[in-house]
């Protein structure tokens, strides 16, 4: 009896734990058009947490294997759900404007629903090599998969980044590739359920 309450404590409490904080990961690392950036790819990472009701943090890094003097200029994602109500949260210099605007936001042939910019002038905020930005995103129902979406028009990438200054004049784009790796964890504990189970 001992054994049968310590086991329907336990489940919940691990659900508990892995529910809350759902995760993707964006590899930027094929390029769409433009120069090809220098360094090794992936060129820029972005993680997408769960961080509250209707709430997701978002960091963008400008990987240290990318190329100086490579900036990076521009973030575009896809939201599906789409809210009505998005806003983004920011306290960093870096980040110079953003706008939502459902499938309607065109560039390289892709239609997205959200562009990030950052700092352009050469004043110490560019996204360099080694860098990263931080900021949250809101919106009702707003959780992390719901940017799990892709493009529409001729271009179907789950997010692009634009980078500048690449040889010091060229400038490129490079697509996201994304690896859950929350729900490959989720799958994991409950395959260590699983097998707890059989053994009792």
């Known amino acids: 009896m001992k054994t049968k309450v310590a086991r329907i404590l336990f489940v919940p409490g691990l659900i508990a734990a892995f529910a809350p904080s759902y995760a993707l990961f964006f590899e930027f690392n094929v390029l769409v058009t433009g120069d090809l950036p220098g360094g090794t790819a992936p060129w820029a990472t972005l993680s997408i947490t769960d961080s509250g009701v209707d709430m997701v943090d978002m960091t963008l890094t400008h990987s240290a294997s990318s190329a100086a003097p490579q900036f990076v200029t521009e973030l575009l994602l896809n939201i599906e759900p789409f809210p009505s109500d998005l806003n983004l949260i920011e306290s960093s210099p870096t980040i110079v404007g953003w706008e939502f605007d459902e499938d309607d936001i065109n560039d390289a042939g892709g239609m997205f629903d959200m562009q990030v910019d950052f700092e352009t002038s050469n004043s110490g905020d560019r996204l360099n090599p080694g860098e990263s930005v ?37 400038s490129g784009k490079v697509a996201a590739v994304p690896e859950p790796a929350s729900i490959l964890a989720l799958i994991g504990a409950f395959g260590i359920l699983a097998a707890r189970r059989r053994v009792q």
Do not use: C, P, R, Y
């Open 134 to 170: 931080t900021f949250q995103v809101t919106g009702t129902g707003l959780d992390a998969n719901d940017f799990n979406a892709f493009s529409k028009g001729n271009l179907n990438v789950l997010g692009m980044v634009h980078i500048q200054g690449i040889n010091g004049e060229g």
